[in-house]
Nanobody, 123 residues
Framework: QVQLVESGGGLVQAGGSLRLSCTAS????????MGWYRQAPGKERELVAA???????NVADSVKGRFTISRDDAKKTVYLQMNSLKHEDTDVYYC?????????????????WGTGTLVTVSS
């Protein structure tokens, strides 16, 4: 089965940097858009950044200029480089990917989610 595994979360001081990674595994035919979302308790999950298979990106205004999303298709991995972190960035970050599996490639992609990685930024 297809799954996404995130890593790189942790505790950092405000102004510091962190790089999140998410690797897809399983019987994958193709990976389309990949992205990062974050969610705080009692809040809706929101898009942080996304990147298409063609390299086009979409970054939330709240992190624009500080966060950079990239992908390595050979490694089936998407990264989120987080610089100039603020206390407000503290959240659980979730990896998302639109993936076509080998078994159902003709049906198009489906959304997959990682289980999340916690980013805590001290003030």
């Amino acid at each position: 089965q297809v799954q996404l595994v995130e890593s790189g979360g942790g505790l950092v001081q405000a102004g510091g940097s962190l790089r999140l990674s998410c690797t897809a595994s399983g019987s994958i035919f193709s990976i389309n858009t990949m992205g990062w979302y974050r969610q705080a308790p009692g809040k809706e999950r929101e898009l942080v950044a996304a990147i298409t298979s063609g390299g086009s990106t979409n970054v939330a205004d709240s992190v624009k200029g500080r966060f950079t999303i990239s992908r390595d298709d050979a490694k089936k991995t998407v990264y989120l480089q987080m610089n100039s972190l603020k206390h407000e960035d503290t959240d659980v970050y979730y990896c998302n990917a639109d993936i076509s599996s080998v078994a159902r490639w003709w049906l198009g992609g489906m959304d997959y989610w990682g289980t999340g990685t916690l980013v805590t930024v001290s003030s």
